[in-house]
C-alpha cells in the first residue's frame, strides 16, 4: 500500500469509528475505503469485520458510565451474540449475499422510523406482569440473535437495526441503548472476525491503518452521544440509516 492508502484508511476509520459508536454505521465509511485501495469485494468485506473490533473495543471503552448497571442484562444476552455472530460468518462463508442483501434496505429502514419516532416510556413491572415479561425477553432475545447473524454476515447498519430495538423495547435513554448496542455488537462482529482470521481472505497491510482509527474515531463517539441533545441526534441517526437504505436499495435493485 502507498502512504496514501494508509492515510485514507485511517481517516476513514475515524469517520467510521465514530459513527459506527453513535449509530452503528461504521462501515459506510470503512469498508468503501477497503474498496478504493483495489480490494476484492470479498476480501474487503472480511478484512473490515477484523478492523472494526478495534471499533468495538474503543466503543464500549468510551460507554463505560452508561454501562453501569446493565451488567445483568449484558450478561444474558452476550451467550446470544456470541451464537449470532458465529452463525452470520458461517453464512457469509458458505453461501452468497445477493438475496439477503435485498431485504436488507427494508429492515434499515423500518429500524431508522423507529428511531425517528417518540422513545417509549420506561414502565415499572408488575407481578401481573410477569408472563408478558417472559414474552417480552425472548422476543427481544430472538431479534437480537437475527441481527447479530445479520452483523456477522453482511453488518452495514446493524447497529441501527440494534439500536432501535433497545429503543423501542427497553425504554432506555439514547446513551444508554448505545452502549448496550456498542457491547453487543462488539461481541458478535469479535466472534466472526475471529472465524475470518482463519478461515478467509484478510488483508493484514489494511487492518492496522484502519483499525487504529476506528479505535480513535470509536472512543470518541460514546462522548459525542453523552453530550448531544438526545432528540436532534436520534433525529439525525434515523436520516442517516434512511439514507443509507435508498442508497442499498439502489445497489440491490
Given at each position: 500500500?502507498s502512504f496514501?492508502?494508509v ?6 476509520g475515524?469517520?467510521g ?9 461504521a ?10 485501495i ?12 477484523v478492523?472494526?473490533?478495534?471499533n468495538?473495543?474503543?466503543?464500549v471503552?468510551?460507554s463505560?458510565p ?12 452476550l451467550?446470544?451474540?456470541?451464537v449470532?455472530?458465529?452463525?452470520g460468518?458461517a ?10 442483501e435485498k431485504a436488507?434496505?427494508l429492515l434499515?429502514?423500518v ?16 407481578l ?5 415479561h417472559?414474552?417480552?425477553v425472548?422476543v427481544?432475545a430472538?431479534t437480537i440473535?437475527?441481527?447479530t ?5 453482511f453488518?452495514?447498519?446493524a447497529?441501527v ?5 433497545l ?5 432506555a435513554?439514547l446513551?444508554?441503548a ?5 457491547v453487543?455488537?462488539g461481541?458478535?462482529n469479535?466472534v466472526a ?6 478461515l ?9 491503518p ?6 480513535i474515531?470509536?472512543?470518541l463517539?460514546p462522548?459525542v452521544?453523552r453530550?448531544?441533545?438526545?432528540t ?8 442517516a440509516?434512511?439514507a ?10
Open positions: 500500500m496514501w492508502d492515510a485514507l484508511l485511517i481517516a476513514a475515524i469517520i469509528g465514530l459513527s459506527g459508536s453513535i449509530a452503528g454505521l462501515s459506510v465509511a470503512t469498508y468503501p475505503a477497503l474498496l478504493l483495489g480490494l476484492p469485494p470479498v476480501t474487503a468485506n472480511v478484512t473490515n469485520t478492523a472494526i473490533v478495534f468495538g473495543i474503543g466503543s471503552w468510551g463505560r452508561e454501562l453501569a448497571g446493565q451488567g445483568a442484562w449484558i450478561k444474558r444476552i451467550p446470544v451474540a456470541v449470532g455472530g458465529a452463525a460468518a453464512l457469509l462463508l458458505c453461501t452468497p449475499a445477493e438475496g439477503f436488507v434496505p434499515i429502514g429500524a431508522s422510523l423507529a428511531i425517528l419516532l417518540p422513545p417509549k416510556e420506561h414502565r415499572e413491572a408488575r401481573g406482569d410477569h408472563r408478558d417472559i414474552v417480552r425472548t427481544e430472538v440473535f437475527l441481527i447473524i445479520y452483523g456477522g454476515y453488518g452495514a447498519a447497529g437495526l440494534l439500536l432501535a430495538l429503543l423501542r423495547a427497553g425504554g435513554t446513551a444508554h448505545n452502549a448496550g448496542k456498542n453487543i455488537l461481541v458478535a469479535s472476525a475471529l472465524a475470518f482470521v482463519f478467509a481472505p484478510v488483508y493484514w497491510p489494511a487492518v492496522l484502519l483499525g487504529l482509527g476506528c479505535l474515531g470509536s472512543r463517539g462522548i452521544v453530550h448531544a441533545p438526545a436532534p441526534l436520534r433525529v439525525l441517526i434515523g436520516l440509516g434512511f443509507l437504505a435508498i442508497k442499498l436499495a439502489f445497489d440491490a435493485y
